[in-house]
């Protein structure tokens, strides 16, 4: 008796689990206004890895840096 209690509430968990997952995947991302989105030519490095990124566009209302190793990013300067 107290096994099948066992698997019945493992069964829960495990259910209860994947229904917040579907749940979360299948949330739609926010919708994003065009007008508060505006063309740029920015670079940044990450500072861990050294890895490079040059971001095409940008949210006016959240100028934050893309981040990567769990870091911030930082601007590069343009090479001219």
Sequence with gaps: M??????????????????????VL?????????SDVVEVAQDFRCNVCGAEVTLRMLNVEEPKPPRHCREDMVP???IE
Excluded: C, K, Q
């Design 26 to 34: 299948t949330t739609p991302p926010p919708e994003i206004d065009p």
């Design 76 to 78: 590069v300067a343009p």
């Design 2 to 23: 107290l096994t099948f209690l066992i698997a019945v509430a493992i069964g829960l968990v495990i259910w209860r689990t994947s229904m917040w997952m579907i749940r």
